[in-house]
């Protein structure tokens, strides 16, 4: 008991992943309702007292894994420019939103925020904690010159990955070899003629 | 019968508007799976048998609740401007996903997309249908020299109405007084310095 207090929410037991990936999966399956810490012990292998001891309720298991599973995982990459580093992000979320197994899972857990109270909450963390990293990527910028200081990254976050979402999730329509592209151009430069 | 031909997915019977508010009604309580003709009949007080006369199948109902419900109905302004027009446009998606009752109908009846394939289907069809109608605004604005010909709608209705879902759904946040024009500014004008 004496490391709870070096506990961060990254820590977990050595089977943390098994038991995130199994959380998710049975969120996407049965939502927010109809997960319990029983049938995430079943599926995960991993007895239910050790699942209980890290994460005492189904809500602090559920944000455990939204923001420490590997498969949602945030890989920002730093790639000189600001079109090029939100190319990279962009196409993060466009995989995320489409490349299975990840997307089997990711699509379904976020979009049951809407069905549930208690999952929007623990969904709202995901997205604040991935803002919080996606942080850097906009200082860069600013030290760069390329955005104004007063830049608003979340602004620039929410159209482009809720373009995405869009075009992926409610429109159900492929994404075109050259979305990630014009995104990022439109967002930088604007559509307006000049 | 013989009117048969003249259908469009608007007409329909008397009361095709409290068959409409108690489908999507049903839809956003219940999820797609849990929706009934019979459950319809018994909140809208119409006989099921006129119902089905109209509407063959649950599949049939909710594609007409979505694209004819006055609740969800877009409304379109002619500011004379591509700035005001598009202002207009993402007040009215903040609108439908931010005051009751249109949101509580809203928000889980596109929610749930990511739980049903079949409500997928009818969600797209709403999309493209919304669309369809968008396009306007911006063959205004080709013509008055504001984007070039081969602007692309879709991605910017995606990159505006995007924001919003990404800001007031999946993140749960409020939507400050100035999102609008500074979501529509960036699309236009970009968030990049000169």
Redesign the interface.
């Known amino acids: 008991m004496s490391d709870a207090q070096h506990r961060t929410p990254r820590d977990g037991p050595r089977k943390a992943q098994e038991i995130f990936d199994a959380t998710l999966t049975l969120l996407a399956a049965r939502?927010y309702e109809g997960l319990t810490i029983e049938g995430v012990a079943e599926k995960s292998g991993v007895n239910k007292t050790t699942i209980y001891r890290w994460w005492p309720s189904k809500g602090a298991l559920v944000g455990a894994a939204l923001t420490g599973a590997r498969r949602l995982d945030l890989v920002l990459e730093d790639t000189g420019s600001?079109q090029g580093d939100l190319e990279a992000l962009l196409r993060a979320v466009v995989t995320l939103l489409t490349v299975p197994p990840a997307a089997d899972i990711a699509?379904?857990a976020?979009?049951?925020?809407?069905?549930s109270p208690e999952l929007?909450?623990h969904?709202?963390d995901f997205?604040?904690e991935r803002l919080a990293r996606e942080r850097i990527v906009f200082d860069r910028a600013v030290a760069r010159?390329?955005?104004?200081a007063d830049?608003?990254p979340?602004?620039?976050v929410?159209?482009?990955?809720?373009?995405?979402?869009?075009?992926i999730?409610?429109?159900?329509?492929p994404v075109e070899e050259d979305?990630v592209a014009?995104?990022v151009r439109?967002?930088?430069?604007?559509?307006?003629?000049a």
Not at 110 to 115: E, Y
């Open positions: 939502g600001l699509v379904p976020l979009g049951a925020t809407t069905q929007a909450l969904v709202r997205f604040a010159g390329e955005l104004p830049a608003d979340m602004l620039l929410d159209l482009l990955a809720g373009a995405a979402w869009l075009r999730v409610l429109r159900g329509l979305f014009r995104a439109t967002v930088l430069k604007g559509a307006a003629t």
